[in-house]
């Protein structure tokens, strides 16, 4: 039962049979009755006053004196200014509960063959340290995304570019075979990312010990402190010894390739802990060191045609100033690649691996303007999908106190964020008595699915496009706008349902529409659960994770508003509360799908 479909097929009849004039759907704007009035549904009339050629209350009073007689669903109306307020019948409520009811998946389409296909790329570390907090927001928001858009009926491929190669990577390579000793993730007991973090760190640190000293003798020897410090960064051993290693890699050097492998070999397998753990993953994944050639050769392909232009001093560039942008390199005068290559180049591997409809880059907001010149390049060339390119740009995350224990001092570490918030879950539970009765190994679980889903919701809940503050403390909160206070709802609504099940009461198909009935409060939350589908279907047009949080939490509030004034198992008669055990199952049902759409696990207890 789609009320809101009935109602609308039933205007749109009234409209012809009243003034003999055919009209649209979009023409009828049907919207919440608001608190106060009386009614569930109200309708715009003020579209339909050039048709009726009345007044406004005329006209609605026509209107619902018609559908009240030719529709079943409407018990009753009245007339509020321009507004015709509808009231629904108790058996449509049943009927559409009904309908939640009997759908595995209420409020999600399913992909089929003619479904169009959309990659989603997200993630995109660089291999010479570990995830961090930016880390985190970036795969939460592309792998909700994801599922937002499978459940709008799309095909999804997951996908992510590692930057494998490249100066930054030498360094790390440097670094380990000057002072690293032979070490290894397993000798150093410490996952692998972590431990090339630890030598792209002392690197650094040892090139700024050389840049210095450097510094201070051309300051001696007469240059400014500007050109002294270019020319000290320029001549550093180590920052030579690392560009030539850059060169042995470009030259497929064996030993430089041997150690490159085994190297990031140890980060991915440290990556790979890290996005199980934030239950992240990915159907694909691309490698710089794959896509960057591919990218040199789709650019000389496009100056080839005439899209390009060679400068004198052998560069090429894109002349994007007819789009209202300046000029845009593409290939350095000694031919070297830039990002902008890479990702052409990454982009052609993608378009031969599959056929793509749209393309969605989840990168942070400081990539505005590359995107805009990428989408631009790609449609030059041909990518059939290149000007409709998505980029999901995002704000930075922070915490309220700048950094947490970090490895380099200057980001929050993703591994050690995600066991804070799994201890603080554990600490907050075991304080508060709530999970006495219940084994060390399921306490523990609990703790583990409590604190991600507290970290995944702070950060989903807010509009991705805007920088945000997260705070551990307050996520962890079982109270408000939080992925515990959710969690903890669907926790309650499974221990009414196991004593539901202890009581001997069997949960039927279907409610008896003829003799099932429904209160005011129970209809605004049959209404909030009917919702979800036109949830899902905007936070798809709007690329908003953010839209199912909040609408998760909007359903909690209305089911905790309704469970504080009703009994369930209490109920005054079985067959109240055999319909009350069929609105809070379905209410759970659509907060683990909800929650799930943003990698959300709900526990069975709590």
């Not at 339909?48 to 669903?73: M, N, V, Y």
């Not at 942008?325 to 990454?346: A, E, F, H, N, P």
């Amino acid at each position: 039962m789609n009320i809101e479909f009935e109602l609308t097929k039933a205007v749109i009849e009234a409209i012809e049979a009243l003034y003999g004039q055919k009209v649209n759907e979009q023409m009828v704007q049907l919207q919440k009755t608001k608190s106060g009035f009386e009614g569930n549904l109200t309708l715009v009339v003020f579209p339909f006053l050039k048709i009726s050629r009345k007044k406004p209350e005329d006209t609605a009073q026509e209107i619902g004196a018609w559908i009240k007689e030719h529709c079943s669903i409407i018990a009753d109306y009245n007339v509020v200014k321009g507004f015709l307020n509808l009231v629904i019948a108790p058996s449509a409520w049943i009927a559409l509960l009904n309908d939640i009811h009997t759908q595995e998946h209420f409020g999600e389409k399913e992909a089929n063959e003619q479904s169009p296909l959309v990659m989603i790329e997200y993630s995109s570390p660089n291999t010479n340290k570990p995830l961090h907090l930016g880390h985190v927001r970036n795969n939460l928001l592309g792998w909700s995304l994801a599922q937002i858009m499978a459940a709008n009926g799309n095909k999804v491929v997951k996908t992510n570019i590692v930057n494998d190669r490249g100066i930054h990577i030498c360094k790390s390579m440097l670094a380990w075979l000057k002072w690293g000793d032979g070490v290894t993730p397993e000798t150093a007991g410490k996952k692998g990312d972590h431990l090339i973090g630890d030598f792209y760190v002392a690197f650094d640190k040892h090139y700024r010990e050389e840049v210095k000293a450097l510094q201070a003798q051309y300051l001696a020897e007469g240059l400014d402190e500007e050109a002294a410090e270019k020319k000290a960064k320029d001549e550093a051993p180590l920052i030579k010894e690392a560009h030539e290693m850059l060169v042995k890699w470009e030259q497929n050097d064996p030993e430089v390739r041997a150690l490159w492998k085994k190297m990031n070999d140890w980060v991915y397998a440290g990556f790979d802990e890290t996005y199980k753990a934030l239950g992240v993953g990915f159907d694909k994944i691309y490698y710089e060191s794959e896509t960057y050639l591919r990218g040199k050769a789709k650019v000389e392909e496009g100056l080839a045609k005439g899209l390009f232009e060679r400068h004198e001093d052998n560069s090429v560039w894109a002349d994007l100033t007819n789009e209202g942008l300046d000029q845009k390199l593409l290939l350095r005068s000694d031919g070297t690649s830039v990002y902008m290559t890479q990702d052409i180049g990454t982009a052609e591997m993608r378009f031969n691996d599959y056929s793509i409809d749209k393309m969605i880059y989840v990168v942070g907001n400081e990539q505005n303007y590359h995107f805009q010149v990428l989408s631009i390049l790609l449609d030059r060339l041909g990518f059939k999908w290149g000007k409709e390119l998505v980029h999901f740009s995002y704000g930075m995350v922070e915490l309220p106190n700048g950094k947490m224990k970090s490895r380099e001092g200057t980001v929050v570490d993703a591994d050690d964020l995600i066991a804070l918030m799994i201890a603080d879950a554990r600490r907050t539970a075991d304080e508060a008595g709530k999970n006495a009765d219940l084994t060390e190994e399921e306490k523990q679980e609990i703790a583990r699915i409590v604190g991600m889903g507290a970290l995944k919701y702070f950060i989903l809940k807010v509009d991705a496009r805007k920088n945000m503050l997260f705070n551990p403390e307050e996520s962890i909160d079982f109270n408000g706008n939080t992925g515990p206070f959710i969690q903890y709802t669907h926790a309650r609504i499974k221990s009414i349902m196991r004593k539901a099940a202890d009581q001997g009461i069997v949960i039927p198909d279907k409610l008896d529409e003829n003799t099932a009935v429904v209160n005011a409060k129970e209809i605004d939350l049959i209404q909030k659960m009917n919702a979800y589908g036109a949830a899902v279907e905007q936070a798809g047009k709007d690329y908003s994770p953010s839209g199912i949080a909040n609408y998760c939490y909007e359903l909690t509030k209305e089911f905790n508003q309704w469970y504080h004034d009703f009994s369930v198992l209490n109920a005054e008669d079985e067959q109240v509360k055999i319909t009350r055990l069929v609105m809070a199952k379905n209410v759970a049902k659509i907060i683990k799908q909800g929650m799930a759409l943003l990698g959300i696990e709900v526990p069975e207890r709590m």
